[in-house]
């Protein structure tokens, strides 16, 4: 067994399934120790840490501001190597931006901002990880390429990645401030499987972004080679299109079944 205490550290955020899970395989994979935190998936979190080789769990509801300054706290005064942060746990709740449901617009703020904010504030503050020490707010192409579905989680990924360039500028001369904008890359919402595989063409390449190109994007910026408050886009060109709609519904639009 690896000494965790030797390892660099690595906090992903949501770190038990989707996104967050392939993320986590691949630092543990890469040598680092994960610390997977989960909202209410225990189970999957517990069962991912254990196939890592060095790996734990921590619990925290994000909806809870000082319970996320808290569970920084606790991580930078346990953890002497923690050297990266990467806020990628989101909710992502369907409202209309002619119809804003004020309670998933106030827990899409808290989530997906408010909470990732504080966590790079205190990480940034307060871990004492040795070479750079990396924060990677997770935002969305959905940043150059918006359109009016899903109003509340688009505002709230506006927000977080207002934190990115402003973080940066006052992070400590050893730390960097980063932002992954992923596009379209596993299944969401309601989802089928066929509706996927044809909305996730809808870019410029018409190709499937992958999960471990999103791996490759954290890794590479773990590293702090590049500049702080830089963001890079991981969706195979989507960022670059004017869409009007959401590809989950264009691609209903498409085959006819909106």
């Known amino acids: 067994m690896p000494d965790t205490l030797a390892l660099p550290v690595v906090?992903?955020?949501?770190?038990?399934?989707?996104?967050?899970?392939?993320?986590?395989?691949?630092?543990?994979?890469?040598?680092?120790?994960?610390?997977i935190h989960y909202r209410s998936s225990g189970e999957e979190a517990e069962a991912l840490a254990a196939s890592?080789?060095?790996?734990?769990t921590i619990q925290c509801d994000l909806e809870d501001s000082e319970a996320a300054r808290a569970m920084a706290e606790e991580?930078?005064?346990?953890?002497?190597?923690?050297r990266c942060l990467i806020n990628s746990a989101a909710v992502f709740r369907d409202d209309?931006?002619?119809?804003?449901?004020?309670?998933?617009?106030?827990?899409?703020?808290?989530?997906?901002a408010v909470s990732p904010a504080l966590l790079a504030q205190t990480f940034l503050g307060q871990a004492k990880g040795d070479g750079p020490r990396v924060a990677i707010q997770f935002t969305d192409m959905k940043l150059e390429n918006p359109n009016p579905d899903f109003f509340s989680y688009t505002m709230s990924k506006h927000a977080a990645a207002s934190t990115i360039p402003t973080l940066a500028m006052a992070a400590p001369d050893d730390a960097r401030v980063y932002g992954i904008?992923?596009?379209?890359?596993?299944?969401?919402?309601?989802?089928?499987?066929?509706?996927?595989?044809?909305?996730?063409?809808?870019?410029?390449?018409e190709r499937r972004t992958r999960a471990d190109e999103i791996v490759d994007a954290a890794l590479f910026l773990a590293k702090g080679t590049l500049k702080s408050g830089s963001t890079l886009f991981i969706d195979s060109g989507q960022f670059l299109l004017s869409q009007p709609r959401d590809v989950i519904f264009l691609a209903r639009e498409k085959e006819g079944t909106a």
């Open 52 to 56: 890592l080789p060095s790996a734990e």
């Open 181 to 205: 904008a992923p596009g379209a890359i596993l299944a969401s919402h309601d989802q089928s499987e066929e509706e996927t595989e044809v909305s996730h063409l809808m870019n410029l390449l």
């Open 96 to 112: 209309d931006v002619t119809d804003l449901d004020v309670a998933a617009n106030r827990e899409a703020m808290q989530v997906n």
């Open 75 to 82: 991580l930078a005064s346990r953890l002497p190597h923690w």
């Open 11 to 35: 906090l992903i955020t949501g770190g038990a399934a989707r996104l967050g899970a392939e993320i986590a395989r691949g630092f543990a994979k890469a040598g680092w120790h994960v610390v």
